[in-house]
């Protein structure tokens, strides 16, 4: 196993594979690579999406302004900038273009691309969708002083811009052709990206190919790429082991790594890391007796999330315990700091002994409720059966209520449970956004729970603007504090990103998110051995 620990920023991960090479290969041109995406994407438009599907199929066609640095994440590097700056009282963001960038149909990449682009992201115009509109609200105006140079001039300072104009679905689209329509993007692809567009046949497969005139000299590697849209994920592990494809980038389970390894040996190869993905145990606020925090933390404080994690990891994608940062990323909480939260300690009989305390105070010892979880394998239902033994220990009857995809969705939304198996899944991972879903209910689409809590709003509103490192990491050990100790909402386990690809794939790079690094430019294949 050959082990790399990023420690400073933010990601550990693992790559195993059958034979380490003595020397690392040289990158070599040519060839295609086939992966597999679970379904095809809605429709094109990046800005209108959160999927992965949209950029794992849609990304290689497309530039953006920056994006994250793999080698260095969370940092992030230019894409089509060239370079940039910020003022000191960070109110301003100048960035120097490439030259010479072109789109697919031949015409010039300029400043008033970019500025059309964010003019779209943050303002769209009637009948075009913006999931990025409240993410670029703090921009007041975009400057365009020449063709390469473009300024971004904000309201208010804003810690996580940079990781905001970093994200793969800020695909920067041509001005004349949103012009001509701004619904273009929805079902037309015309990007500036490294590959494309060649065809799309629904259900069955995209193909990209190379584009020759990308503005990276000596990139892509790669001929072109043909993803094959394979929904069941039996059927994406006999097309890896057949050779029919050559990677999957969101995950596959523990069985499915010791499956593939016996079938393919050193021909085979693994990247793992902490997913930037959770799962997070709702209460309904609206619904007693979770209106009372004592339950909510005595429901929460009854869970062993340390057995959970050595027992789940072995047959699940759950595993790290974590805070609400996922553990290892700048701001997370320390195993320290962590064990001092309410549910977190390492002492489970203690914890245990003070949730019934807490219930027969509440006047609810012989406490029942249904959870509401998703009817997906993994990893829902392991989850529900482990939670579902973990509160019986206090005493409590739990009914595991499982939903399939839709109607679980419309319960959560609707406030139509008791308590619920939510998710998180955090592109960006500043905590502007990975905090947001705590905050009170009516401040954030993101929170189930309907609860409101305005100091918990106050504190995440100086988060937001502190620019200090110490100073902002402080505000978010207090806002966690409050977040469990209220326990509207409480993180259970952190899932585990176990990617599987064939061993001749070289250039790609691991990160906690399923969406980044999915641009294929440095991606290239060993040759195949005689």
């Not at 089509?80 to 490439?98: C, I, N, Q, R």
């Not at 329509?181 to 590959?195: E, K, Y």
């Not at 012989?366 to 829902?380: D, G, H, K, M, T």
Request: proline share 6%.
């Amino acid at each position: 196993m050959i082990r790399q620990m990023a420690f400073g920023l933010g990601l550990a991960l693992a790559v195993t594979a059958g034979a380490v090479h003595a020397q690392t290969p040289q990158p070599t041109r040519g060839g295609t690579l086939n992966y597999a995406v679970v379904s095809d994407p809605p429709n094109y438009d990046c800005h209108a999406h959160e999927t992965y599907v949209v950029v794992q199929s849609v990304g290689p066609f497309y530039s953006t302004l920056l994006k994250f640095d793999l080698t260095k994440y969370p940092e992030v590097k230019g894409d089509l900038a060239k370079s940039w700056s910020v003022s000191p009282d960070g109110l301003t963001y100048s960035f120097e273009l490439h030259a010479g960038v072109t789109f697919h149909d031949g015409t010039p990449l300029t400043s008033a691309d970019i500025k059309a682009t964010y003019d779209r992201l943050r303002n769209p115009p009637q009948g075009v969708v913006s999931l990025r509109r409240a993410t670029f609200a703090d921009i007041a105006s975009i400057e365009t002083p020449s063709p390469t140079q473009i300024v971004f001039k904000l309201s208010a300072a804003n810690p996580a811009m940079l990781q905001n104009f970093a994200s793969p679905f800020n695909c920067v689209y041509s001005a004349a052709k949103l012009a001509e329509d701004p619904r273009f993007p929805v079902s037309n692809v015309m990007g500036s990206g490294a590959f494309r567009f060649v065809e799309h046949t629904r259900g069955s497969h995209l193909v990209g190919a190379r584009y020759d005139k990308y503005f990276v000299e000596g990139r892509p590697y790669l001929d072109g790429f043909r993803i094959s849209f394979i929904p069941q994920a039996t059927a994406m592990l006999n097309a890896m082991q057949g050779g029919q494809i050559q990677a999957e980038f969101r995950t596959v389970g523990p069985a499915d790594r010791a499956r593939l390894t016996q079938a393919l040996g050193n021909r085979i190869k693994f990247y793992e890391a902490t997913w930037s993905t959770g799962l997070i145990i709702a209460f309904n606020t609206e619904k007693p007796p979770f209106n009372d925090a004592r339950v909510r933390r005595a429901l929460s404080m009854a869970i062993d999330r340390q057995a959970g994690s050595a027992g789940l990891s072995r047959t699940s994608i759950l595993r790290a315990v974590g805070g609400l940062v996922r553990p290892g990323a700048p701001f997370a909480a320390s195993d320290a700091e962590l064990q001092a939260l309410p549910g977190f300690g390492r002492d489970i009989a203690a914890a245990r002994t003070e949730a019934r305390r807490l219930l027969q105070e509440a006047g609810v010892s012989n406490l029942s409720f249904a959870i509401v979880n998703r009817a997906v394998p993994q990893p829902y239902t392991p989850a529900g059966i482990f939670l579902v033994d973990q509160w019986r220990q206090i005493g409590v009857t739990v009914e595991h209520r499982q939903l399939a995809t839709s109607p679980y969705v419309q319960a959560v939304r609707s406030g139509n449970f008791e308590v619920a198996l939510d998710f998180q899944n955090q592109v960006l991972e500043d905590p502007t956004y990975t905090l947001l879903r705590y905050i009170s209910a009516d401040k954030s689409p993101e929170n189930p729970s309907k609860g409101i809590d305005r100091e918990m709003d106050a504190l995440f509103e100086r988060i937001t603007r502190e620019t200090n490192v110490a100073a902002r990491t402080q505000l978010i050990r207090q806002f966690e504090r409050r977040v469990m100790t209220e326990a509207h909402q409480v993180p259970f386990l952190w899932w585990n990103r176990l990617v599987a690809m064939d061993a001749r794939v070289n250039g790609w790079n691991m990160s906690p998110s399923h969406v980044h690094g999915q641009d294929l430019t440095d991606v290239w294949l060993a040759p195949a051995a005689n």
